[in-house]
């Protein structure tokens, strides 16, 4: 078995091509929870979509028990990692739902770069209210009149939650936009922008989404890596990462992954919430539910 200890990140960092990142701290942080063995269930993008998550959560098993809280006979664990919200039909209440669950202990979260753009926009930064950010602040703001105090507690779930998830004694980090193996261990600026946004370059492609490099295509790291933020047509294992956003905002899949049996369970989207951007393989999609997959 691999060492999994932060040194051994640090010494494949030294050896690496790219140039010493000053940015990178290597710290114990709260994504360090390789003490959690799991099971683990691993949900990729929701985007508000809430119906779609309940018929996957009785999918894999899961079934909603006594004030609010998330059961399953095998006692696995849900994981979000990130963008719970913008675009589709129930942002605030996907917010609510995942709150309730991580700080019943049912669940895990990291944020997105969705969900980093709404704190920033609670936190009164300057923000453009575009991508779906509109409804979601929308809801939110209906969701503090109802329930005064609400506004605050989102907030501070999204500023509290660790940068990605480290976790079943080093064999699985979570992360929304992705790692490198070098970072697996280590926090600071660099670290953070690549968990939300994946391996960007600072230039825009010409319909204004940004530059990206296939990280995956060159990772030979020993943990394997889930993420998500980029929809791609299936989940499929590159080098122990896989990708399990599948677009279900746009018309596609919420897919989750079972770990440690590497298994795939996904639900077909129920509309097309988003319009705007829909990746092709979408487009090209025929009508009708997927059947479960298995990657092994």
């Known amino acids: 078995m691999a060492n999994f200890a932060i040194n051994s990140f640090a010494d494949e960092a030294a050896q690496s091509d790219h140039r010493a990142d000053k940015k990178l701290t290597a ?12 099971p683990f269930d691993v949900v990729g993008d929701l985007h508000g979509c809430t119906a779609e998550l309940d018929e996957l959560l009785v999918k894999l098993g899961y079934e909603r028990r006594a004030a609010g809280k998330l059961g399953h006979s095998e006692a696995r664990t849900l994981i979000f990692l990130g963008d719970l919200g913008d675009r589709g039909p129930h942002s605030a209440q996907a917010f609510q739902q995942v709150m309730d669950w991580v700080e019943a202990g049912d669940a895990l979260y990291t944020p997105g770069n969705h969900c980093n753009k709404l704190m920033r926009y609670l936190q009164g930064r300057h923000v453009q209210l575009t991508q779906g950010l509109e409804g979601t602040v929308a809801q939110v ?6 329930t005064p105090g609400f506004i605050g507690r989102l907030r501070a779930f999204i500023e509290d939650a660790p940068p990605y998830l480290w976790l079943d004694e080093g064999r699985l980090v979570v992360a929304h936009g992705g790692i490198k193996a070098h970072l697996i261990g280590r926090d600071g600026s660099d670290v953070r922008r690549m968990c939300l946004y994946g391996d960007i370059t600072g230039e825009k492609n ?19 890596i889930v993420y998500g933020h980029t929809p791609v047509s299936g989940p499929e294992w590159v080098n122990h990462t896989i990708n399990v956003d599948q677009g279900c905002v746009f018309g596609g899949w919420l897919t989750a992954l079972r770990w440690p049996e590497r298994e795939v369970v996904q639900v077909r989207s129920h509309e097309k919430y988003y319009t705007e951007r829909t990746p092709e393989f979408i487009r090209e999609a025929p009508e009708g539910a997927k059947e479960d997959e298995s990657s092994n």
């Not at 710290?27 to 799991?38: E, P, S, T, W």
């Not at 703001?141 to 109802?146: D, G, L, S, T, V």
């Not at 010409?206 to 394997?224: E, F, I, K, N």
């Open 27 to 38: 710290v114990k942080g709260a994504f360090d929870l390789r003490q959690r063995k799991g």
């Open 206 to 224: 010409s319909d204004g989404t940004p530059v990206r490099l296939d990280w995956a295509q060159h990772y030979r790291g020993d943990a394997a």
């Open 141 to 146: 703001a209906m969701k503090e009149e109802m």
